[in-house]
Nanobody
C-alpha cells in the first residue's frame, strides 16, 4: 500500500558522489525497514544498505565507509549518499520497503529503479 519513486541516479566519474532519494506515497513511520538494493547485468540483486524503523543500519561490505543511508520520516523519504564511487558500483538501484506484519497486500514494495553509472 505504498508507492516508491527513486531519483538522483546518473553518470559520475570514479571517486565522485551521488545522492539517491526514495519518495514514498505515504507515511513510512510504520514500515519495518527501508533499504536500497542494486542489480548489475548478469548479477543477483543485492542489498546495499538498510535502515530499520528503530534507526539501526546495515551495509554491504563493499560499500561500508563510502555509503550512508538516512531517513527523513516527516518527509516520507529515504536517501543513500554515495561517496568515493567505483566502477563496480555501476548498477540499477532500487528502493525497498519491508512491510511484513502490516496487513498490506505485499510483504515488499519496490521502486522502479534508477541507473547509476560510474565511468571515466
Amino acid at each position: 500500500q505504498v508507492q516508491l519513486v527513486e531519483s538522483g541516479g546518473g553518470l559520475v566519474q570514479p571517486g565522485g558522489s551521488l545522492r539517491l532519494s526514495c519518495a514514498a506515497s505515504r507515511s513510512i513511520f510504520s514500515i519495518n525497514a527501508m533499504g536500497w538494493y542494486r542489480q548489475a547485468p548478469g548479477n543477483q540483486r543485492e542489498l546495499v544498505a538498510q535502515i530499520t524503523r528503530g534507526g539501526s543500519t546495515n551495509y554491504a561490505d563493499s560499500v561500508k565507509g563510502r555509503f550512508t543511508i538516512s531517513r527523513d520520516t516527516p518527509k516520507n523519504t529515504v536517501s543513500l549518499q554515495m561517496n568515493s564511487l567505483k566502477p563496480e558500483d555501476t548498477a540499477v538501484y532500487y528502493c525497498n520497503a519491508d512491510a511484513r506484519g502490516l496487513g498490506w497486500g505485499s510483504r515488499d514494495y519496490w521502486g522502479q529503479g534508477t541507473q547509476v553509472t560510474v565511468s571515466s
